[in-house]
């Protein structure tokens, strides 16, 4: 009963969503309120659930959400973004430019949330399409690809993130085992999935993208001189990564060699964790990409304020999907799952990617999806030696398999594209399935060696 409660539970909110239109933080709100009934919970302790689910999730996650959207605003605005893309295509020429696109998205993805990056760089793509007179669409998935991947593998980006701190899991080692898994699978899903979609779908490839672009809003175009050097640029878009990574391996050394904590690991420590990290990365940022040339202050905060603004909704999105998870946990519904699979031989690896899959296919969200799993599994971590840093990849691979109708993206990515229905689920939502199935694939290829 607990799974076929929560199942309908899911198809309802579903049915709000799409059918009655009711706002999506408003659903997850409701719909957690009638699991908590429907599961047996004391009605007095639903509420009290609920907020703890919201509490959670954002003391993990708002700092780096917020953080993190500033970052990419501030390198937006001042034209770092488009240093690094027209850069990168200069050095590559035009017949190897498709990789140019690629590189700049992951560097820029890294540091950009998928929807800020593909506002930020569908118009800077189109136009070097125009350019070269490529297709914007042979250009445009392997963007997104890129785009995808580092936002389901790659802190600080929310997913695995929040993933990560639910499962206990060391960010840093998330971090690294997801570069590890995301340039394969960039390399599959996006440049050579690419040549297989033009011979299924060359319709998609042949159009002519005028006009398209605008539906995601105006995007500012600069003259080259005027923005920062691209080594300025691309050092303030992968600062996050570098404070991770020097975080993480000097950890790693600490453990192998057995030293004894001391004020230096601690400062090291501090300086690796999430939220410094993306709070050091912004003030380097106003730095480098205000004050250094010469902006003044008020505009600058402008940039920030306005980023924040942005935001505001997807945090309470965020927290109120951890809302859901813990009333699933607290209504025993990961107890259930786990006394489902006690003494299973499926490994937990492949069980959270599963779990992951259906809630996703199920709801289109794939943070509430990631969420959801979470709440499942984690009561079947007790007694098992997974990895915890790979069973966060693998749950992020699951959530975001088949992109369809009730994931906004597929929306953005077909209205913003220019393409059909047919094409949209030949290009996009084959796309993302091989980045879940190549996610899945190599994080079992991984664990056989860590």
């Given at each position: 009963m607990p799974l076929i409660i929560?199942?309908?539970?899911?198809?309802?909110?579903?049915?709000?969503?799409?059918?009655?239109?009711?706002?999506?933080?408003?659903?997850?709100?409701?719909?957690?309120?009638?699991?908590?009934?429907?599961?047996g919970m004391p009605i007095n302790e639903i509420m009290g659930s609920i907020q703890n689910g919201l509490g959670k999730t954002m003391a993990s996650t708002a700092l780096i959400f917020g953080l993190g959207a500033i970052l990419g605003k501030l390198i937006a605005d001042a034209g770092g973004a488009q240093r690094i893309a027209m850069t990168l295509i200069d050095k590559f020429g035009k017949k190897h430019v498709q990789w140019a696109v690629v590189l700049a998205s992951f560097i820029l993805g890294i540091a950009l949330f998928f929807e800020v990056g593909l506002v930020l760089l569908i118009p800077i793509v189109?136009?070097?399409?125009?350019?070269?007179?490529?297709?914007?669409?042979?250009?445009?998935?392997?963007?997104?690809?890129?785009?995808?991947?580092?936002?389901?593998?790659?802190?600080?980006?929310?997913?695995?993130?929040?993933?990560?701190a639910q499962y206990g899991a060391n960010i840093g080692m998330v971090l690294l085992y997801g570069f590890v898994i995301a340039i394969p699978t960039i390399l599959i899903a996006g440049p050579l999935f690419t040549i297989f979609a033009k011979k299924?779908?060359?319709?998609?490839?042949?159009?002519?993208?005028?006009?398209?672009?605008?539906?995601?809003?105006?995007?500012?175009?600069?003259?080259?001189?005027?923005?920062?050097?691209?080594?300025?640029?691309?050092?303030?878009?992968?600062?996050?990564?570098?404070?991770?990574?020097?975080?993480?391996?000097?950890?790693?050394?600490?453990?192998?060699?057995?030293?004894?904590?001391?004020?230096?690991?601690?400062?090291?420590?501090t300086i690796g964790h999430p939220s410094m990290v993306m709070l050091l990365s912004v003030l380097l940022a106003i730095y480098t990409m205000g004050i250094a040339r010469k902006i003044p202050i008020d505009s600058i905060m402008t940039s920030v304020e306005s980023s924040v603004k942005a935001i505001g909704m997807l945090l309470l999105i965020l927290g109120v999907s951890g809302s859901l998870k813990e009333v699933l946990m607290d209504g025993g519904v990961g107890d259930y799952v786990a006394e489902i699979f006690e003494g299973s031989t499926i490994s937990p690896l492949v069980l959270a990617w599963l779990i992951a899959a259906i809630i996703r296919l199920a709801q289109g969200s794939a943070t509430v999806s990631a969420l959801t799993t979470a709440g499942l599994v984690i009561p079947m971590l007790a007694g098992s030696d997974v990895n915890l840093a790979l069973l966060v990849l693998a749950t992020g691979s699951g959530s975001v398999i088949a992109s369809h109708v009730n994931d906004t993206g597929f929306w953005i990515i077909k209205e913003s594209f220019g393409l059909t229905m047919k094409e949209t689920f030949a290009t996009w939502t084959v796309l993302e399935t091989l980045i879940s199935v190549c996610g899945l694939g190599f994080v079992l290829l991984l664990s056989l060696f860590v």
């Open positions: 929560t199942a309908i539970g899911i198809l309802l909110l579903i049915f709000l969503i799409m059918k009655v239109r009711l706002h999506t933080f408003i659903t997850l709100v409701v719909i957690s309120f009638l699991l908590g009934v429907g599961l189109y136009q070097i399409a125009k350019q070269t007179k490529i297709s914007f669409v042979w250009l445009g998935l392997p963007m997104t690809t890129a785009l995808s991947v580092t936002h389901a593998f790659l802190p600080p980006h929310p997913g695995p993130t929040v993933i990560a299924v779908v060359p319709s998609a490839f042949n159009k002519v993208m005028e006009g398209s672009i605008a539906k995601l809003g105006d995007a500012k175009a600069y003259k080259l001189e005027d923005t920062p050097k691209f080594s300025v640029s691309a050092f303030t878009a992968l600062f996050p990564v570098l404070l991770m990574s020097i975080s993480t391996i000097v950890t790693l050394i600490r453990d192998v060699v057995g030293l004894e904590d001391n004020l230096f690991f601690a400062i090291v420590e």
